[in-house]
């Protein structure tokens, strides 16, 4: 029985060498190698700065842009170096109150707009991070977004609808809009 | 549920199977030592393994010298996670200068890793050097995967050997699992990942600044760097100005890889497979569902070839997958039906071609509801618990889909290695059920199932239900365990029935409002993860060793066969009444009255 001791510690050693060190490092040679710009964050560079991640949301509350996920991230919504979600449960009061603040900010940004809210504008994302909406989170937003613009609806509609991928494939995922991505055509349009 | 829902979760389940026989056969190939092709490029490698650690390859164990070889290698490699994770703030590789874990949650995560359940009691992003991450993390989401790999080849042995006194070399299993069939899977999986976007660097966290500034409110600290506190008691707060955004990056794809195939689930980051750096694309999270559940099926293939009659190993898949369709369908439709209590605020929640409608809270859009129930139910399938939602704000039927899962043992292809072999116990229990009906002395492959396998089958059908059961009761009449449940009422005792169903199944997934970093939970759950482990493993190995040493009896007119429907239909049986009977009363205490109160209220 003795005689396993030496075999537990020293093939420990030899796979923590094996899969902790040359592992990660052989995935992170091909990786920078092959796909740098992924590796790294798919980070969107603009006026010689780094503007953010397409992967990453961007917290949004000024009604002439676009507003994504809600975002249960501390202490400030979208924060990427604290990934979070709400984990609010189902009847939990807090989710409904939460629900109706977003719903009333909504309806307030966008006077005389009943239409029932898509329910992923409504909602927090597990990830807190999440840089997508909806199509239909997208176009109940287009009547606030062309007014306090100044520009014509079907202008703004045709950018979400250029903005609006389709699932990968066809097939998997489902269909959504990026939001910043939205938000920086929109600043792009003048 | 849509079209395209059928469709998506066909195709799933379509892929998963057709991958099942070539694995399958590889790994048998593997096992058996019969050449595969790899073992020429690797051999040189796993041989020096062999010579440097001393390690006689030839040389076969009987049960206890196989368990004890077990139990000495996650022992160190517990110690090894626990050191790591308390002295990283000396150590290289920490760009964000993270301090030493708590020694409460540095032994929870130890347990954690070396026992394959990989619960996440902390946020990586938060706490983890990358050194950590890496050395601890990563290694042993291969090495404990490793291990149930190796303990379900020798209860296979078990069954297929007459009169042997040894069951395999536990060493070479281990080290033929990790070289040859994890090691080659994880570095496509992860270059694949990469290519979606899941970062892989050493690079520090990236700087970026926001397009619109938004104002938010920012704690207050007082000198010592604690929360200052107003005359209310509350904490401070002041208005500030978010001018940009920090991105936590790192070796992600590497141990994000690793950490699907091996039925692991502890997540780089916080929100583990929800976050758009693990899991940033359909096509990245269908790789990575795939993965959850591709070794667990195959192995079933394995197990056919290895016993010589492979429609022993289709039977036991059969099983499992009728269990996790049915179950599977459950979970979506619950969540694409809503919350009622929103629909009543102006929610769209329905469903159609601009969004995929349903439960959003706690979901993100790449994936909506199909692909988030559908990951929900195989995370707790298999024992691997990386979640791509919060299964906390599931729905109440929704929420008892993945409970249930991981309460019925984790056999439902199960973990790596552990789901099988957690299966076939469970298989052995069946002939015996029906040995009892016909008044006959039950065998299964040839092997007489007698006093000694069933005292041993018992054990590891009892054991995590004792562990669950006994577990929640003590958190939910103490202050330590309920000082830190989130949710109020029955959702609230869910948490508590939740946390304990995966620590005592070693499943990792949580319902995550249950604040689980605190002594009460480290220590209480981290018991748990090593009963569930060990004292399944253990007594799993008697019965290899016991099943080996007996011989083959011939099939007469009264054996029952274990490739029928008849069979398929009792194993799931055995295994649904286990489940119901144990967990019903716990559920309805849970889920079950949430869900009559959500209806109710409309």
């Known amino acids: 029985m003795l005689g396993q001791i030496r075999p537990a510690i020293v093939s420990l050693a030899l796979f923590t060498i094996l899969t902790g060190l040359a592992y990660p490092l052989i995935v992170t040679g091909i990786a920078q190698g092959l796909f740098p710009s992924q590796a790294n964050g798919s980070l969107m560079i603009g006026n010689g700065k780094v503007i953010g991640s397409v992967l990453i949301g961007q917290p949004f509350d000024d009604p002439k842009y676009f507003w994504g996920r809600l975002s249960a991230t501390t202490p400030f919504a979208y924060n990427a170096a604290a990934s979070s979600g709400s984990n609010l449960g189902p009847t939990n009061e807090a989710l409904s109150k939460t629900v109706q603040s977003r719903v009333d900010a909504l309806r307030a940004a966008d006077p005389g707009n009943e239409a029932p809210i898509p329910v992923d504008l409504v909602t927090a994302s597990a990830s807190g991070l999440d840089p997508h909406i909806s199509a239909a989170a997208a176009l109940y937003q287009v009547r606030r977004v062309a007014r306090t613009r100044g520009l014509d609806k079907d202008t703004i509609r045709r950018l979400v609808e250029q903005h609006t991928e389709d699932r990968q494939f066809a097939i998997l995922g489902e269909p959504r809009v990026n939001v910043l991505n939205l938000n920086l055509a929109l600043d792009a349009l003048k | ?602």
């Not at chain 2, 694995?23 to 190939?29: H, T």
């Not at chain 2, 139910?377 to 298999?382: G, I, L, N, V, W």
């Not at chain 2, 689980?516 to 993860?529: D, E, I, Q, R, S």
């Not at chain 2, 194993?571 to 079950?592: D, K, Q, S």
């Open chain 2, 1 to 602: 549920m849509t079209t395209n829902g059928y469709i998506q979760l066909g195709l799933y389940m379509v892929v998963l199977i057709a991958l099942t026989k070539p694995l399958g056969a590889y790994m048998a190939r593997v096992y058996e030592g019969r050449p595969f092709g790899l073992d020429r490029v690797l051999g040189p490698l796993e041989r020096l393994i062999y010579r440097v650690s001393g390690v006689r390859a030839d040389e076969e164990m009987g049960w206890q010298t196989y368990a004890w070889a077990m139990m000495l290698f996650n022992l160190a490699g517990f110690v090894a996670v626990y050191a790591l994770q308390r002295l990283q703030g000396m150590l290289p590789l920490n760009p964000q200068g993270f301090g030493a874990v708590s020694s409460d949650s540095s032994f929870n995560t130890a347990v954690s890793f070396a026992t394959n359940t990989n619960w996440q009691g902390y946020a990586g992003e938060t706490t983890m050097s990358y050194l950590t991450q890496m050395l601890g993390l990563t290694v042993q989401n291969f090495l404990s995967a490793a291990a149930g790999m190796a303990v379900l080849v020798a209860l296979i042995r078990g069954l297929a050997r007459r009169s042997a006194q040894t069951i395999g070399n536990f060493w070479v299993d281990l080290t033929r699992s990790t070289i040859y069939i994890l090691l080659p899977l994880s570095l496509v999986l992860a270059v694949a990942l990469v290519s979606q976007g899941v970062v892989q660097t050493f690079g520090p966290y990236a700087k970026v600044s926001v397009v619109q500034p938004t104002t938010y409110d920012e704690p207050v600290t007082d000198a010592d760097g604690k929360p200052a506190l107003d005359e209310k008691g509350q904490p401070k707060t002041k208005r500030s100005v978010l001018m940009e955004q920090m991105l936590a990056v790192g070796p992600a794809a590497s141990q994000i890889a690793i950490k699907q195939l091996g039925t692991n689930g502890g997540g780089f980051f916080n929100v583990n497979s929800a976050h758009p750096f693990e899991n940033p694309t359909p096509l990245s999270n269908f790789l990575e569902l795939l993965a959850i559940l591709l070794i667990p099926a195959a192995l079933c293939y394995t197990f056919g070839v290895m016993v010589k009659d492979t429609r022993q190993g289709w039977a036991v898949l059969a099983a499992m997958t009728i269990m996790f369709v049915g179950l599977l369908v459950v979970c979506v439709v619950a969540e694409q039906s809503g919350n009622p209590l929103l629909a009543k605020i102006g929610v769209d929640q329905r469903a159609s071609e601009l969004q995929a409608g349903g439960n959003m809270e706690g979901k993100d859009v790449r994936f909506g509801i199909v692909n988030s129930a559908l990951w929900a139910t195989a995370t707790t399938a298999a024992s691997n618990g990386s979640v791509n939602a919060m299964h906390d704000s599931f729905t109440p039927i929704g929420g008892l889909v993945p409970m249930w899962m991981m309460q019925l043992g984790e056999v439902v292809y199960g973990g790596v290695g552990s789901g099988l072999y957690g299966m076939l116990i469970f298989a052995i229990v069946a002939v015996f059920v029906a040995g009892l009906m016909v008044g006959r002395t039950p065998e299964y492959l040839g092997k007489k199932i007698e006093a000694y396998e069933m005292k041993m089958a018992s054990l590891v059908i009892l054991i995590p239900p004792a562990v669950v059961l006994v577990g929640t009761a003590v958190a939910v009449v103490t202050a330590g365990g309920k000082a830190t449940i989130f949710n109020p009422g029955a959702h609230g005792f869910s948490e508590a029935l939740y946390a304990f169903s995966s620590a005592g199944n070693n499943n990792g997934s949580a319902f995550a409002g249950l604040g689980a970093n605190t002594p009460f939970y480290n220590v209480a759950l981290g018991l748990a993860m090593l009963f569930a482990r060990y004292w399944l493993a253990i007594p799993t190995l008697a019965i290899a060793g016991s099943l080996a040493r007996k011989k083959i009896v011939p099939a007469g007119a009264g054996t029952l066969p274990t490739h029928t429907p008849l069979f398929v239909a009792l194993l799931v049986g055995v295994v649904i009444l286990v489940g119901a009977l144990t967990f019903i009363p716990a559920l309805a205490l849970g889920p079950i009255v949430e869900y009559l109160l959500m209806v109710s209220s409309t």
